[in-house]
C-alpha cells in the first residue's frame, strides 16, 4: 500500500473509536440523581405511600424499561390526628390547655394545625390553645397567663349574676403588670375551684351580689354548703361567714334570692319555697301571713302555666292568703320602695283581721331532699 492508503482511516476503525468514546464518557459520567418516588421504587413503597397518599411513583428510568405510573393506595399518616380528638382534650381541660399537655395527651402539632384552620381551635398565644367557642373574656384570662375568677368565673358557669361586670376579673400569682385596664387583679396561686371564685367574690362584690352568685353555687351543686361553711371558719372570713349565714339552698331564682335578703335586713321574718296544702308552693312568705310571689319578665311560657297560676291566684284568696307579686324592676330599681309597700300591706293585713284570729296562717315546713353540710 501507498503512503495515502496507509494514512487513511478504516470505517471499522472509526466506528470502534466511536463505541469506546460513548463507553468512556458514560463510564465518567455522574449517576442519575434519582428523585423520592424513583428511590422509593428501589426500597420499598410503604413508607413514601403513608407520606403521600394522593400521588404517584415512577417505577424506573433503566433502559429497556417501560415508565409506568401507578397510584398509591389511600393509607392515613400517622400524623392525621382526627382535630375532634383535640376538641375532646380541650373540653376535657375546661376548654383550654397548653400545648406541651396536649401533646402529652397524644395530640400531635400537624393536628393541632389543622384543627386551628377548621376554626374548632383557636390559638391564644405561643403554646396555649382553646376552644373557639369560648367566650371573650376567657380569652383575655388566658392571653396574660390567668384564669377567670369572681364574677366573671360565675358568668362563664352559668351561676346567678345580679349585675353584669364591667372588668374581667382574673386570679394571677404574680404581681407584674397585666397590660390591659379592663382586668381586675385578684393573687391567687394554683387552679381556680368554684369554692375559689365563691370566696373572691365575698371578697370583692356588694353582698347581695356576692350572696347571689354563692347561693346559686350550692344550689346548682357546683360547690358545698359544708365545704363554704368550713372555709368561713377559718381567720379574716368574717364576710364569707355573713353570706354563709344568709344561703337558702332551697332557692328557685336570683330574684327570690334578692328579695328574701331585702326582707331580712328589714328586719321581718322570711321562709322560702313554702308548701300550702291543695295550692302548692309559695315563693316567699312574710311574718307568717304575707306571700310574694316573684315574677321574670315572662312568667308564663303558656296558656297552661297562665290558668295554673290563676286557680292557685284564687285558692289562697279564699283562704285569707294575700299575695303580692313583685318585678325585677321593683326588687332591683327601687328596693326601698318594695320593702315600703310590703310593710303596708302586711299593716293593711293586721288591721283587717279579727281580733280572736291566729297570729299566723298555718302552712306546711318546705319539705326538700336533704343538703350538703
Known sequence: MGMFENSRPRRHDVGHRRTSDVDQRRSHAPAPRMGMFEHSAHRGTERDSAARPTSIR?????PGVHIALVPTPDVPHADQADPMDIVRLLTERGGSARARDLVAAGASGSALTRACRQGDVVRVVRGVYALSERDEDA????????????????????????????????????????????????????????????????????????????????????????????HADRPRARALRTVVEL?????????????????????????????????????????GVLGIEVD?????????EFEEDRRRWNLLTAR?????????????????????????????????RPKDSPASIPVAPTSRGPVAR
Open 139 to 230: 380569652l383575655t384570662a388566658l392571653r396574660v397567663g390567668a384564669h377567670l375568677t369572681c364574677i366573671s368565673a360565675a358568668v362563664q358557669r352559668g351561676l346567678w349574676v345580679l349585675r353584669a361586670p364591667g372588668l374581667v376579673h382574673v386570679a394571677v400569682d404574680h404581681g407584674r403588670p397585666l397590660g390591659s385596664d379592663r382586668l381586675r387583679r385578684h393573687r391567687w396561686e394554683g387552679p381556680v375551684s368554684a369554692l375559689t371564685f365563691c370566696v373572691h367574690a365575698v371578697r370583692c362584690l356588694p353582698e347581695l351580689d356576692a350572696l347571689c352568685i354563692v347561693e346559686s353555687a350550692v344550689v346548682l351543686g357546683q360547690v358545698r354548703l359544708g365545704d363554704l361553711r368550713t
Open 58 to 62: 415512577r417505577l424506573s428510568h433503566a
Open 320 to 352: 285569707g292568703i294575700p299575695i303580692l307579686r313583685v318585678t325585677r324592676q321593683l326588687l332591683l330599681g327601687e328596693p326601698g320602695r318594695f320593702v315600703l309597700v310590703i310593710r303596708a300591706a302586711l299593716a293593711a293585713q293586721q288591721a283587717s
Open 247 to 287: 344561703i337558702d339552698p332551697h332557692a328557685q331564682s336570683i330574684l327570690e334570692t334578692a328579695a328574701r335578703y331585702l326582707l331580712v335586713q328589714a328586719g321581718f321574718t322570711v321562709a322560702s319555697q313554702v308548701h300550702v296544702p291543695g295550692v302548692g308552693r309559695i315563693d316567699l312568705f312574710v311574718d
Open 296 to 304: 321574670g319578665r315572662h312568667f308564663h311560657s303558656d296558656r297552661r
